[in-house]
């Protein structure tokens, strides 16, 4: 647990650092992840929900993405912080590509777990301080500890989500 | 705005890590030797002698599925099939329904038991509630029914596994909940279950002297539980025991 709480608190400060330094806009993600692949096996699973807080901070090119993400997934529950470079591809459309790395929630042994993956945002409602849009994506996510306890600890999913930013 | 919404996930966040940790299963007692079929649905272990009855066990909330092979591989040698559902967040209460799912999946078992460890029970008693003629008998280990998942008039038999030392369902709580099930029936050798009419519906209740709660799986000590006098072995040959001689008195009718 205190492992858990610690990474916590280097999220905070991460977040934090990134709050008070930028002008950025905050969003708020909702994610379905849809399983279509576990170890080397096809098969479709549906894989917990995933809620994402994340800040973005524009540059001229591209918007730099971090976040933090809470979700369900095949061996438990897991948080993680996400990194990531979002493009603007077309209009209300963004592509972003995104490493998060977090720890499997576990009592005593949280174990860490990364993922790594894409997803196109298509923004659908659009108001000066308020926009909504719905997001697709492909994305790897492994546990490697994970393989002293059971037999899937990697999984590729595609994440069908709901997002906000304010 | 936003600096309270910040604090507002934070918090959320630190909620999250805090009551979604499950328990994983003891390392060093995963051998290798166990030979499972696993998907991100369930974990099948079949004996291999094309058995057609099947134990459905659903785990403990907050408890990997894991660790509860090595005792659900002892039943799996006795040619007993074992399907353990594997649930959203380790917590079966997320898939009340999951069971059909799964039924459906196994054409071949025509006799299905069902049960559960601790919160995986009441998610056992949901299922005999929901389809009281899919199962012919309900194997809970350290719980007990509340009254909403009362049942006292369901045909089938029960068997009720408890331990002791248990101190997250203690002997008192289990034994003062025999009214939500059929007619309590308490056995302290189990051997002499064959002496029972298989006829009436009845609640084997079998206590485990010295043994506690996590001991009916093997993820090492939890929060609030009693301390074991026996080992997790003979928590497990007890168990296992009881399981199987429940299992081939039900059989035998």
């Known amino acids: 647990m205190s492992k858990v709480f610690k990474y916590c608190i280097f999220m905070t400060i991460v977040l934090g650092c990134c709050t008070g330094l930028f002008a950025q806009k905050f969003g708020l993600e ?77 009592h005593g042994k949280p174990l860490y777990a990364y993922s790594i993956g894409s997803a196109c945002r298509f923004q659908v409602y659009h108001k000066v301080r308020f926009h909504m849009g719905l997001s697709v994506g492909a994305r790897f996510t492994h546990c490697p500890a994970y ?17 906000m930013k304010f | ?102 039924i459906e999946q196994f054409p071949e078992i025509d006799t299905w038991y069902v049960g559960g460890h601790s919160l995986g029970g009441i998610a056992a008693l949901s299922a005999v509630n929901n389809d009281p003629d899919m199962f012919r008998g309900l194997i809970l280990l350290g719980t007990y029914p509340s009254e909403s998942f009362a049942n006292p008039d369901w045909s089938g038999q029960v068997l009720s596994i408890y331990a002791e030392n248990d101190l997250l369902s203690t002997s008192d709580e289990i034994e003062s909940a025999q009214m939500y099930l059929p007619t309590a029936r308490f056995m302290t050798n189990i051997d002499h279950i064959d002496t029972l009419n298989t006829h009436t519906p009845s609640t084997i209740y079998y206590l485990i002297s010295g043994g506690n709660h996590a001991q009916f799986g093997d993820y090492g000590t939890q929060d609030g539980d009693g301390l074991p006098e026996i080992t997790l072995l003979q928590q497990h040959e007890q168990t296992h025991h009881a399981i199987m001689a429940f299992i081939r008195w039900v059989e035998n009718e």
């Not at chain 2, 499950?22 to 007692?29: A, D, H, V």
């Open chain 1, 147 to 163: 393989k002293h306890y059971g037999s899937i600890n990697r999984v590729f999913e595609i994440p069908i989500g709901l997002f």
């Open chain 2, 1 to 102: 705005m936003k600096k309270n919404l910040f604090i507002i996930v934070f918090m959320l966040a630190l909620l999250y890590a805090a009551f979604s940790c499950s328990y994983l299963p003891t390392e060093e007692n995963l051998g290798d030797t166990i030979a499972y079929t696993e998907t991100p649905n369930y974990i099948f272990l079949d004996p291999g002698n094309g058995s057609n009855t099947c134990f459905m066990f659903m785990p403990g909330g907050l408890v990997d599925p894991h660790a509860y092979l090595t005792l659900m591989e002892r039943i799996a040698e006795d040619s007993i099939c074992v399907l353990i559902p594997k649930f959203t967040s380790n917590l079966a209460i997320t898939g009340l329904s999951k069971y059909k799912h799964l």
């Open chain 1, 30 to 106: 909702f994610n379905m992840p849809q399983g279509i692949m576990y170890q080397n096996k096809w098969g479709f699973f549906h894989d917990g929900v995933e809620l994402s807080v994340n800040y973005r901070i524009p540059t001229e090119h591209v918007d730099c993405v971090v976040g933090i993400n809470m979700r369900t997934i095949d061996w438990g529950s897991q948080i993680s912080v996400s990194t990531g470079l979002s493009y603007n591809v077309a209009d209300k459309t963004d592509l972003q590509f995104e490493l998060h790395n977090g720890l499997a929630l576990f």
